[in-house]
Nanobody
Framework: QAQLVESGGGLVQAGGSLRLSCKAP????????LAWFRQAPGKERAVVSV????????HYADSVKGRFTISKDNAKNTVYLQMNSLKPEDTAVYYC?????????????????WGQGTQVIVSS
């Protein structure tokens, strides 16, 4: 059972934008390291972006630098992934992840809580 709830995926043309959202019912995301991962068909789940619990440290995968932006709103208990200039190779299921350890994690094994995933399809 997913402990996080993602939304915002969909079908978009190349060059377009989407904003993914992730909420955590009953959990204060302000105390967690948060991340977005993605998994394309036949590929491993890979990190897209990570934000530290206090928002001071942010990491992006090289493939999305300059195009994607991670942010969080503690008041709304929500983490976002703004995706601009989307490319067909961004097509994947995107997952939100959280962990109470305060160091950044870059692999799926470092996160305890997951969402169910939201599909993003970018057409050429």
């Amino acid at each position: 059972q997913a402990q996080l709830v993602e939304s915002g995926g969909g079908l978009v043309q190349a060059g377009g934008s989407l904003r993914l959202s992730c909420k955590a019912p009953g959990r204060a995301l302000s105390s967690y390291t948060l991340a977005w991962f993605r998994q394309a068909p036949g590929k491993e789940r890979a990190v897209v972006s990570v934000i530290s619990w206090n928002g001071n440290i942010i990491h992006y995968a090289d493939s999305v630098k300059g195009r994607f932006t991670i942010s969080k709103d503690n008041a709304k208990n929500t983490v976002y992934l703004q995706m601009n200039s989307l490319k067909p190779e961004d097509t994947a299921v995107y997952y939100c992840a959280a962990d109470s350890r305060l160091r950044l994690g870059f692999t799926r094994f470092e996160y305890t809580y997951w969402g169910q995933g939201t599909q993003v399809i970018v057409s050429s």
